[in-house]
């Protein structure tokens, strides 16, 4: 089979399409025939050997955490009705070997994909979909709420405004671009606003109509992300979960700014989003049936799997839009 390996920690064009040996499942696994495999900005990290303060994955390997497929294979202690399925799974924070053809998953990480799904959507809402339901969670959205989403064309982004246009709120997105800000709006945002260009945070208030905003959803992060948030009137709600800001850094506010503007700020992700009731796996249940009940429509930017090293250029320059998913080109066999 074909796969993308990486040797050495750095650029993306140390991702190299190769042929290797096909894998085989152990005990509690499965193979799945890879059609969609996700590409996370997560991935562009572990990629660069950026540190952290979290273990780099041990090298060579075969980067990715999210597939979607057919289970061709079964190891001993699972069941034989796999065989056959189409499904899709999160392989896991410590796991690898999305980027493939094959892929070896743990059964219990499996779910069948509905009918009304495609596997690039699935593979979308396993990783992307279920943090936004968490994050919608806690954000307790209301039809009284105004909302901001930076990256409002990204992954989940759109699916941030198409939510709260769903909750009934006035929804502003921010994007880097014309294109962007226009995909923003076919999201059905009430306003879109370019932070290229300066002075975007003047437009951002206009686009309120000089009230303030209740929710904020950063996942940017850095200067942009904190002017963002400083849109919140008192009793905001500041949720943040992302740094794809040149700074590398979450928007953060100190106990006294939060006490002076009378604004909530809470990172709403990692140990909060796991300790949601029934935990990441009902997540990516709730967001798996959103899709395949069309509450939900991620966007989704595709490239072939043998351009790995594009996508993640790509994603690292800001050039994508939606969840960037990697689809195998070819059939080569085991």
Not at 31 to 37: H, K, L, P
Not at 52 to 77: H, I, K, Q, S, Y
Not at 94 to 121: I, K, Q
Not at 146 to 151: D, N
Request: hydrophobic letters at 45%; aromatic letters at 6%; a negative charge.
């Amino acid at each position: 089979m074909y796969a993308v390996r990486q040797y050495v920690f750095g650029p993306p064009d140390r991702l190299v399409y190769e042929k290797v040996d096909c894998p085989l499942p152990g005990p509690g696994e499965v193979r799945i025939a890879v059609t969609a495999a996700g590409v996370h900005l997560m991935d562009t990290v572990l990629r660069a050997g950026r540190d952290l303060g979290m273990a780099l994955p041990r090298l060579p390997m075969t980067p990715g955490r999210e597939v979607a497929g057919v289970v061709d294979a079964v190891g001993p202690g699972v069941d034989e009705s796999w065989l056959g399925v189409r499904a899709v799974a999160y392989l896991g924070h410590e796991r690898n070997g999305g980027y493939a053809e094959f892929a070896v998953a743990p059964a219990e990480a499996l779910h069948s994909v509905p009918d009304e799904v495609d596997d690039a959507t699935a593979v979308a809402m396993i990783g992307t979909g279920r943090t936004t339901t968490g994050v919608l969670e806690q954000a307790a959205l209301t039809a009284g709420d105004v909302v901001v989403v930076t990256a409002a064309a990204g992954g989940m982004g759109a699916l941030l405004v198409q939510a709260a246009r769903r909750a009934g709120a006035l929804v502003v997105g921010l994007a880097g671009g014309a294109h962007k800000t226009a995909v923003v709006l076919e999201q059905g945002a009430n306003g879109a606003v370019d932070y290229t260009v300066p002075g975007w945070e003047a437009r951002l208030a206009e686009a309120l109509g000089d009230a303030s905003s209740t929710v904020v959803f950063d996942g940017v992060g850095g200067r942009l992300g904190r002017a963002a948030a400083e849109s919140l009137g008192a009793g905001g709600r500041h949720l943040y979960f992302g740094w794809a800001s040149d700074e590398g850094r979450f928007a953060t506010f100190t106990p006294e700014e939060l006490a002076k503007s009378g604004i909530t700020s809470r990172l709403a992700v990692g140990p909060t989003l796991f300790a949601l009731p029934g935990g990441i796996r009902r997540l990516e249940e709730t967001a798996l049936g959103w899709a395949a009940a069309d509450l939900m429509r991620p966007l989704v930017h595709a490239f072939p799997l043998s351009r790995a090293a594009q996508a993640h250029q790509a994603l690292e320059t800001r050039a994508t839009v939606g969840k960037v998913v990697l689809r195998p080109e070819t059939d080569t066999g085991r």
